[in-house]
């Protein structure tokens, strides 16, 4: 079975216009694939989940595949891993934020029933180097920066 490792990282400025990011960083055999993308109006969080959503679409959908996605951000692997979403969902999201992207992440991840996916959380803003996983939440973490985009698509 293949293997894809993926790092996801979002980024936003809490001043108007609220610009914010979303990075990933992919890695397939001996590719490595990227994704950058600005928002206007939105709020880290979303950034966040975009980067998810970004990194599941980046999946085929048909493809026998083992995925583990690493982020920094707890909310984002605690909502899966934990099962949060799911809840959120039985309780009609009741007291939920960001349903309109959660429901699309669940939407993702059962148009590929054959993907097994894995999400793992890493420590944010580490400088060891030498840690194949410090460098791709950096690379991710580079891709997301909101200050380094000339396009912006309008979110909220």
């Known amino acids: 079975m293949e293997e894809i490792t993926m790092f996801t990282d979002g980024s936003a400025c809490i001043k108007p216009p609220k610009l914010g990011g979303c990075g990933v960083y992919i ?3 001996e590719k490595e694939y990227f994704i950058s993308k600005g928002y206007v109006n939105t709020k880290t969080g979303r950034m966040e989940i975009y980067a998810l959503l ?3 679409r980046s999946v085929n959908k048909d493809m026998e595949v083992k995925v583990t996605i690493y982020s920094d951000s707890q909310y984002v692997v605690n ?3 934990k099962q949060w979403v799911l809840k959120w969902q039985r309780n009609n999201w009741e007291g939920a934020k960001n349903v309109d ?3 699309q992440v669940l939407e993702e991840i059962r148009e590929r029933p054959k993907m097994k996916l894995r999400l793992r959380w890493i420590k944010g803003h580490q400088t060891n180097f030498e840690d194949e ?3 791709g939440n950096n690379i991710a973490d580079m891709l997301a920066d ?3 985009h000339d396009n912006y ?3 909220l």
Do not use: F, M, P, R
Request: zero cysteines; glycine letters at 4%; a neutral charge.
């Open 146 to 148: 909101y200050k380094n």
């Open 27 to 29: 890695i397939h055999g």
């Open 153 to 155: 698509i309008k979110d």
């Open 101 to 103: 992207l959660w429901e």
């Open 133 to 135: 996983l410090v460098v």
């Open 54 to 56: 970004y990194a599941l």
């Open 79 to 81: 909502s899966l891993t």
